[in-house]
């Protein structure tokens, strides 16, 4: 059970977020429960849904912004988040369960977004402090300072969300996927 509470609807949300939640439900067809949490405050949901936006507009495939997810949220431990990402990765992505599996684990069966995942794998575990191997590794597979930057913006709203539904402890509303390191 949540230990923060979720808005059962959007006219039970805050005001201010209530158009806010109704372009999500646009989006996606319903409003998961990680939005309606987050809609308990206002900005917090409006600098969520901004900051994603402005990373869609990237240079970063779908489907790596979908690796790099479920990689952070295996090694953050969220099983909300994880759940989430799985769905959206096999539906959304179309990415198949072997790749998945590689996604988890901090990698993948693409040899480009390989280069992505480790990366965003190894600044996640090591909290940023990662080598100039690193960064070199994920260069030498032909990602330049923007794309570097929009991967660790990912992480930092990946993890965020993944704060976020463990320190609530939300409840999935995806078909559930366990997280190994939870």
Known sequence: MTRIHIPPTIDEA????QALLETVKKQLGSVPNLFR?????????????????ALNKGTLPAATRER????VAEINGCNYCLSAHTYLAKNV?????????ANRSGASNDPKADAAVRFAAKVTSARGHIGDADLNAV???????????????????????????????????????????A
């Not at 949490?37 to 936006?53: E, F, K, Q, R, T």
């Not at 992505?93 to 599996?101: C, G, P, Q, R, V």
């Open 37 to 53: 949490l987050i809609a308990n405050s206002p900005v917090a949901l409006d600098g969520y849904l901004s900051m994603n936006g």
């Open 68 to 71: 790099i997810a479920l990689a």
């Open 93 to 101: 992505a179309k990415l198949d369960d072997s790749e998945i599996t």
């Open 139 to 181: 260069r030498l597979a032909g990602y330049d300072d923007a794309q570097i930057i929009e991967i660790v913006q990912h992480i930092a709203l990946n993890t965020w969300t993944n704060y976020m539904n463990e320190v609530a402890a939300t409840d999935i509303d995806f078909p559930v996927v366990t997280s190994r390191a």
């Open 14 to 17: 805050p005001a201010a977020s």
